[in-house]
């Protein structure tokens, strides 16, 4: 596609529930971020998949989330047994990645509520 | 204390003036990038800056690596214009570039 494309666009989940949130990143680019605001807040980082490098998870607030990222493109972002302060819009963000310095592109965000 | 400080979190102007966003960090860096977030709406790339300047249309960014500072210009501000503006830094891990560190960004409001 055109630019990176997440679904789904709004989620609400019930408390305890699980949910999978999608990217698809531009193709060709390497590098996938996945960060999270919530209201009125700054980009938190979640996660960073370059290539086939082992991810950088160091920004996972809880071993409930996991990210995974099959054959270099799509990711999944995992929220286990879900909380109300896992409430927040996820974004993800694609480049050309390595140690190229391009410019970002973002998602239009899953916007996640648990109820 | 943050790794990258924006200031001021908070502006208001009225159309037509000039407009200063600045963001100072402590890490090295390879690259800054300069993101715009409409509210509501997704987030853009401005600028991508690792030295000197650019220009892109009334959006002037700047760049100092000695001070680690850069700054965001906007000339002859419309209230179009009104949006959060996130400065990012990649950080440089000795030859391997990584994860991108943000800003907490500055809300623009510009009055007509």
């Known amino acids: 596609g055109a630019g990176v494309s997440q679904s ?31 209201l009125g807040q700054g980009l938190e980082f979640l996660i960073y998949f370059q290539g086939n490098s082992a991810p950088d998870k160091s920004g996972l607030p809880s071993d409930r ?12 972002l995992t929220i286990q047994r879900t909380q109300q ?31 | 204390k943050n790794e990258v400080e924006q200031s001021p979190q908070n502006l208001t102007a009225q159309e037509g003036e000039f ?29 991508m800056l690792s030295s000197g300047k650019k220009k892109h249309g009334r959006l002037i960014a700047t760049i100092n690596i000695q001070e680690k500072h850069s700054s965001l210009h906007i000339t002859a501000s419309h209230p179009r214009d009104s949006a959060v503006y996130i400065c990012a830094v990649r950080r440089y891990y000795g030859g391997a570039t990584n994860k ?13």
């Open chain 1, 8 to 38: 789904p666009s709004n989620k609400v989940t019930e408390k305890g529930k699980d949910v999978e949130l999608r990217c698809d990143p531009i193709s060709g680019h390497t590098a996938l971020y996945w960060y999270r605001q919530s």
């Open chain 1, 65 to 76: 989330f996991s990210a995974e990222r099959t054959g270099g493109s799509v990711s999944t």
């Open chain 1, 85 to 115: 302060e896992d409430s927040a819009v996820y974004l993800c963000a694609s480049s050309l990645g390595g140690r190229r310095n391009s410019p970002l592109h973002f998602g239009n965000g899953t916007r996640l509520t648990v109820t």
């Open chain 2, 100 to 112: 991108l560190i943000f800003g907490t960004g500055t809300l623009l409001a510009v009055q007509p």
């Open chain 2, 19 to 47: 407009i200063t966003i600045n963001c100072s960090y402590s890490v090295g860096i390879s690259a800054l990038h300069w993101l715009q977030q409409h509210p509501g709406g997704g987030i853009v790339s401005l600028f």
